[in-house]
């Protein structure tokens, strides 16, 4: 997987985040590990995420962050309200966002990744 970079986004503390990290070594898989709350998030990734996804996907409105915004914010949520909050708040990211040239996934859920590199080493 080294020829393609592949990155991960997170937070250290997030055991989601831990469990795809771990995953992903375990397998001996070359990626970037980006902090999201250390290292932050740029409109553009969002935007890219966010147009091949839902924004209601990237959002985790389970989180304490969420619950911490102002109800009205949360109630009149848009596409771009939704980018403007995450790139202020990134750690309402509903997390790992593992992302390669030919796919993007939210979440971890080793079933899918163990699909999504299934297909990527058929297809080398």
Known sequence: M???PLTLYGITSCDSCRAARRWLEERGI???????????????????????????KLVNTRSITWRRLPEVDRENMT??????????????LRRPVLEHRRFLAVGFQPAEYAEIFERLNKSK
Do not use: C, K, M
């Not at 771009?80 to 750690?91: G, I, K, Q, S």
């Open 2 to 4: 080294s020829s393609a």
């Open 30 to 56: 070359d990626y970037r590990f980006h902090d999201v709350r250390e290292d932050g998030l740029e409109i553009q990734t969002l935007e890219r995420w966010a147009n091949r996804f839902d924004w209601r």
């Open 79 to 92: 596409w771009t309200r939704a980018l403007a909050t995450l790139l202020d708040h990134p750690t309402l």
